[in-house]
């Protein structure tokens, strides 16, 4: 009977408290309350799910309704809702965990009632507070910004205070005018939002636990959050702080500082987790970044620095220094995952980039740089160079083209593209008004974009037991390369080595030697599919000898030019071009009446007045070796002189006790003008400007010099000679000696490069000269009287080329006459031992004189010959010699005796 009681009492209860409605003192609350639904959100179960609080519908709420609600939002959500003026009934809701009143116009409330409360969003209720009674909550959220209601507990005023939050998490309190908080006894808060107050000093000793700070607009002069070591967020930008100093905080990751006006100075030190740092619009000269190695962003633009040093900041993606306008200096070459740069608007004089591979963006407009080089940036998808007025190199060959305004730079001078980019960037100059600017490739001498690379050796099978280690090398060895379309010639280095770059696609190569029926290649060719094939694809050759071919070649070069009164010097270059090694003599003939030997290195060993003779033995296939001469030349004064434009005759020979395959190359006979000044960097035939028609489809011999005339080492040199094929078969191309090492490419058809990489030529005059000698083949098409013109143009870094003079040769019979000898001129005596006099008809003019030995050698020349009428050759040998005369009628030629 007594639990019948019970049960009946503890019915009636609970039907009075459903019956029972709640008596709100402002209608907006409750109206809030009543058009809570599933849509709306104002409201929520313990299980976070949006509900309706007025369940029955009948416009009233009572306190079984209320405790169901444990989520409850009435902040004004826009400036048409009507405000609140207090929450009278909140007391009801006693389950509520959250309650967020935010944008009201509540003066004061007692959430004493609401023992299970711990989120309150009380911030932006503006009237005349009569404060807040928290007492007893277990608060982890409070939300108390644009409101003077929480001040006391804020500012520990009375006998209230947070330190009664022990729990709390949470702190956001912005936008009031209260000018000093108390965090005591916070030590498991994690968020704290003080920003735009009027703090001026802030104690963070007891927040143990902070992980997130935001004091943006505030007054503060300071910032210590050394105790704070659990911090992974700061904002303190907008304050006065004038120095930054932060170390040891091992789990900081994001630091912001923006628009601390007087902030000179920054030291973080071993924050190993911190990405990113943001100090813009500053007046910083210092910062210290030592030791940053997890850093990914850095913004320090709108400061005062003077100098930047990022190379220990091995993480950082993206850079922002722009509008320092005292910025010289940024190292940033630790930072290999850099994406993003902003350096515009510095007073940078350098950039350097090249271990920044992976840069994406890079923005550089309005500094000082001077050389830029973006080659090795092959993932560089954007580009700002605009208003760069100091910038004068520019290398860009990155297989990539950029928008046309990227680039504002209207004193460049050289810029460096992709081959098939050229014609692109010649328009951008053009749009961008930039004159006068060097274009081309040369700043290195692989592909700009995506490439692959075959490569191996070539060695000589001399024993014919197979190419090892220790065979010789094959030297020069030439390759075609082809994918199909186009077509390219390669010749290696003087080396056993080669490397090919080559772009994506079916790539076949073969080898060449110069006579092929001397030798055999294996194998005879490759054929490489990229990228399905890995790179560098590594292919060996091996050559081998093809019976017994004995062939020698001998060329002389004259590495000076020739001037009256001065030293002149040669290279005297043989090899043994075949497959057998021979021995036997080297002899060089010249005029000894007008020439001197001063030094020869190796020393002739038989010497006569004329001739030289050096002996050897074997010598290799493949074998080059070289004999270095000086000569003295005579003075304008001496007898017989030398003068400007006389040529000067030499005669040098090979042989053996062979049979020689191809005995035409065992002689070559060297014409040197004669020159007063001349151009260091200049081309000449050596065969002279004259030849002879049985040269008419053979090889004749090039020598292309060149001189550092600057103030500072050549790196790398280019000779680009654009090959006349009407005139010369391309493909018998050979180079024969050069001053460096070398390789030499060949394509467009005509286009020969002679590649000096890295060579650095010095700048002083003992040393600064270097040279490329070749041997090319005429068309058998050719016929006396033709002529043929070549010329080169030599690229020294990235300057503007040089072009050489013109050298133009004609093919000319000799002794071919322009006029009858004898109709015009008489010598007598003939023969003669003093003097031979001269005697011209009325009708002739004579304009210069010259007289050759049987060798073709000058031996006599009178360049102003219009009153002469003897000459005196009692110094001359006994024999056999030719007098030329240089007339308006042209020139003719006549024999006479020395006796």
């Known amino acids: 009977m007594k639990k019948f009681y019970f049960l009946v009492l503890v019915l009636c209860l609970c039907s009075s408290l459903r019956g029972q409605n709640i008596v709100f003192a402002n209608s907006t609350f409750k109206s809030r309350l009543i058009t809570a639904n599933a849509e709306n959100g104002f409201a929520k179960d313990k299980n976070g799910v949006n509900i309706i609080i007025d369940t029955n519908g009948d416009k009233e709420i009572d306190a079984s309704e209320a405790l169901q609600v444990y989520y409850l939002d009435v902040s004004t959500k826009n400036n048409n809702d ?10 009801y809701f006693k389950n509520l965990r959250s309650l967020n009143y935010r944008s009201n116009r509540v003066s004061g409330a007692d ?3 609401l023992v299970y409360l711990e989120d309150l969003d009380c911030s932006y209720n503006t009237d005349f507070p009569t404060g807040i009674n928290l007492e007893g909550l277990n608060l982890k959220r409070l939300d108390a910004s644009g409101t003077g209601l929480m001040k006391p507990y804020l500012t520990g005023e009375g006998n209230v205070g947070l330190s009664q939050f022990p729990n709390l998490e949470i702190l956001i309190c912005n936008s009031t005018t209260i000018t000093a908080m108390n965090f005591s006894g916070l030590k498991k808060l994690k968020t704290l939002d003080i920003s735009q107050n009027m703090l001026q000093n802030i104690n963070l000793t007891d927040l143990v636990s902070l992980e997130k700070l935001d004091c943006v607009h505030n007054l503060l002069s300071e910032l210590d959050f050394s105790a704070c070591k659990n911090l992974i967020s700061v904002n303190a930008s907008q304050n006065k702080i004038s120095t930054l100093a932060i170390k040891d905080m091992p789990k900081l990751e994001d630091i912001v500082m923006d628009e601390n006006k007087l902030l000179k100075e920054a030291n973080l030190e071993n924050l190993p987790y911190l990405k990113k740092l943001t100090i813009n619009n500053c007046i910083l000269n210092v910062l210290n970044l030592s030791g940053l190695s997890a850093l990914e962003s850095l913004n320090c633009s709108d400061n005062k620095l003077l100098n930047l040093d990022l190379k220990k900041c091995s993480g950082l993606k993206n850079v922002s220094c722009n509008f320092n306008s005292l910025l010289t200096s940024l190292d940033i070459s630790g930072s290999e995952s850099l994406e993003t740069l902003n350096c515009s608007n510095t007073s940078l004089s350098a950039l350097d980039l090249k271990k920044n591979l992976h840069l994406q963006i890079l923005i550089a407009s309005t500094t000082k740089v001077e050389f830029l080089d973006l080659s090795p940036l092959k993932e560089l998808l954007d580009v700002s160079l605009t208003g760069n007025n100091s910038l004068l190199y520019l290398l860009l060959k990155n297989g990539k083209t950029y928008k046309t305004y990227f680039l504002s730079a209207p004193k460049l001078k050289y ?6 980019n050229i014609n692109y960037y010649k328009e951008i100059l053009t749009q961008s008004g930039i004159d006068n600017c060097e274009i081309n490739t040369y700043c290195n001498f692989v592909p700009g974009n995506s490439y692959y690379v075959i490569s191996g050796v070539h060695k000589y ?16 060895l030439k390759y075609t390369i082809t994918n199909g379309t186009n077509t390219g010639i390669f010749y290696s280095a003087n080396n056993s080595s080669y490397a090919i770059p080559v772009q994506a696609g079916v790539i076949s190569i073969r080898p060449f030697v110069e006579n092929p ?17 890995e790179s560098p694809y590594t292919q060996d050759f091996c050559i081998s000898s093809n019976g017994n071919q004995p062939d020698l070649e001998v060329v002389l070069i004259p590495t000076e030019a020739a001037r009256p009164g001065f030293d002149a010097k040669y290279k005297l270059v043989y090899r043994n071009k075949g497959n057998i090694t021979q021995s036997g003599t080297v002899n060089l003939t010249f005029n000894d009446a007008v020439l001197h030997l001063k030094t020869s290195d190796p020393s002739s060993e038989n010497q006569t007045s004329n001739t030289l003779s050096w002996s050897f033995s074997n010598l290799a296939p493949f074998e080059t070796k070289e004999i270095m001469l000086t000569f003295k030349l005579n003075r304008p004064t001496d007898i017989p002189a030398v003068k400007n434009d006389d040529i000067l005759k030499y005669k040098t020979t090979i042989t053996s006790q062979d049979t020689e395959k191809t005995p035409q190359d ?44 600057g103030t500072y080492p050549a790196q790398n040199i280019v000779v680009k000679d654009m090959i006349d094929l009407s005139k010369f078969d391309i493909t018998s191309l050979i180079p024969t000696s050069s001053s460096h090492s070398f390789v030499t490419k060949i394509s467009e058809e005509n286009k020969v490069e002679f590649i000096f990489e890295n060579i650095n030529l010095p700048f002083d005059d003992a040393t600064n000269d270097g040279y490329i000698a070749f041997k090319i083949k005429t068309k058998p098409t050719l016929v006396t009287g033709d002529s043929f013109t070549n010329d080169a ?13 013109k050298a133009i040769s004609t093919f000319k019979t000799l002794g071919t006459q322009d006029f009858e000898f004898s109709n015009y001129v008489t010598l007598f005596p ?13 009708d002739i003019e004579i304009q210069s004189l010259s007289i050759y030995d049987i060798l073709g050698q000058l031996v006599i020349a009178i360049p102003n010959a219009k009153s002469v009428s003897n000459i005196d050759i009692s110094k001359l040998r006994t024999g056999n010699y030719f007098i030329k005369v240089k007339s308006d009628k042209g020139s003719s030629s006549m024999k006479f005796i020395k006796n």
């Open 82 to 91: 009507t405000q609140m003026f207090n929450i009278i009934g909140i007391e």
């Open 111 to 113: 959430l004493r009632p």
């Open 415 to 420: 810029l460096c593209v992709d081959e098939e």
């Open 461 to 476: 099978n001399f024993d014919n037991k197979g190419c090892i280690a220790n065979n010789s090398i094959f030297p020069n």
């Open 517 to 533: 029926n001397y030798f055999t290649v294996s194998p005879e060719s490759v054929t490489v599919n990229f990228p399905t094939e």
């Open 666 to 709: 065992n002689t070559f006979e060297l014409n040197q003008t004669v020159v007063g000044s001349y151009d260091p960097n200049d081309k000449t035939c050596l065969e002279g400007s004259v030849i002879t028609p049985r040269l008419i489809g053979e090889y004749v011999h090039y020598l292309i010099r060149f001189e550092n005339t």
């Open 793 to 805: 143009n030599i690229y020294f870094d990235y300057n503007f080329p040089i072009l050489t003079n």
């Open 830 to 842: 003939n023969p003669t031992s003093e003097v031979l006099n001269i005697n011209a008809k009325h």
